[in-house]
Structure formats: C-alpha cells, structure tokens
Nanobody
Framework: QVQLQESGPGLVKPSQTLSLTCTVS??????????WNWIRQPPGKGLEWIGY???????SYSPSVTSRTSISRDTSKNQFTLQLSSVTPEDTAVYYC???????????WGQGTQVTVSS
C-alpha cells in the first residue's frame, strides 16, 4: 500500500525559504504513470496546485509561484522536496503532497502539514 507523508518546519519567517519533504512508502517515485505533486490550501480558501515532478525528474510549476519554486527528488530515499523562496504570510497554508495518475486524477494524498509564515 503506497503512502505519502509530508515533513518539514511548521513555522517559517518572512523572506526565508520554505522546505518540505514528501516521503513515499510502499512504491517507487520512478514508477510509470504517476506524477508527484505539491498542493496547498490557505486558510479559508480552496486548493491551489503548486507543481509536480515526473517519474523521469521533469518539473512543472504554477505560474503564480514559478519564480520562487523548486521541486526536486531523491530517488535513493524515495522522496521529493518542495522549496518555496521569499515567503510571505500569504504562503501560510496546509501543504499536501499527492500522487496524480495519467488521467489527471489525484488518487493518493499525504495527511497535510500546516506551515505558518510569521516573524
């Protein structure tokens, strides 16, 4: 059974870089047919897609954050990582990692981790 688990600091200061890791267990992130995504939900708002990394290591980002975002992976640890630089309080959200199938369905999610940007 494949599971996803987010980890990282819950509090980040403005202008710093937010870094979160998603650890995938029970399956490989290099498996065909899946992309590995980061999604967030600010308080009182809907879900916002941030970006993904494919099984081959290619990446794609939302235009709203692309200049500040980097998604990378460590295949030896079966992890993928989000880095979001120059954060502001507007980046406060619950951050999720999620697996997406080739027909664009998010079939597996982590439990989510709260990140607050505050001095």
């Amino acid at each position: 059974q494949v599971q996803l688990q987010e980890s990282g600091p819950g509090l980040v200061k403005p202008s710093q870089t937010l870094s979160l890791t998603c650890t995938v267990s029970g399956g490989s992130i290099t498996t065909t047919y899946y992309d590995w995504n980061w999604i967030r939900q600010p308080p009182g708002k809907g879900l916002e897609w941030i970006g993904y990394i494919t099984r081959s290591g290619s990446t794609s980002y939302s235009p709203s954050v692309t200049s500040r975002t980097s998604i990378s992976r460590d295949t030896s640890k079966n992890q993928f990582t989000l880095q979001l630089s120059s954060v502001t309080p507007e980046d406060t959200a619950v951050y999720y990692c999620a697996r997406r199938t080739t027909n664009w369905f998010y079939d597996l999610w982590g439990q989510g981790t709260q990140v607050t940007v505050s001095s």
